[in-house]
């Protein structure tokens, strides 16, 4: 009967010895699942804030290019409406006059005026003509201004955006 319980301490201590072992592996396995885990965390956490960073550059890059655009296109809108003053001034002092096909108003006026009694010519007709004139190059000044202001930025969104 020794030889039996000799035989199963014996077996209970192999046992024992064996689930101490794979114990001691799966701590070791743990271990490093672990460590793998924790590095690819890191990896993903450093990418996430590359990720963030580039999209802010980008970001504040579109927002550099919307702010140029509008305020070339203030300036653009201040000078089309310069230009225009400019031109109307000019009208009026007689230093430029309009082509044929903008003078119709001048050729009907005039055959009114020869008929008309006295030959008097209706109060303020240059200048409405002149004011016309001025609205017409302030309207298509600002339009240009405008299509130049989103033209540069779509261009500088496109940059910032690398495409």
Known sequence: ?????????LVAAIFGAGYYVAHLV????LAAATSAWDKTRADLA?????????QRRAEQGQAEAILKAAENYE???ADAKQDADNTVAAMRAGNIRLRDQWATCQVTTAAAVSASAGGQRADGEDRLRADGVGRILRAVGQCQAQRDALQEALIGERAALGQ
């Open 26 to 29: 799966g701590e070791r396995d």
């Open 1 to 9: 009967m020794t030889k039996v319980m000799l035989y199963l301490a």
């Open 75 to 77: 300036k653009g809108k």
């Open 46 to 54: 450093d990418k996430r804030a590359n990720a963030e960073e580039a």
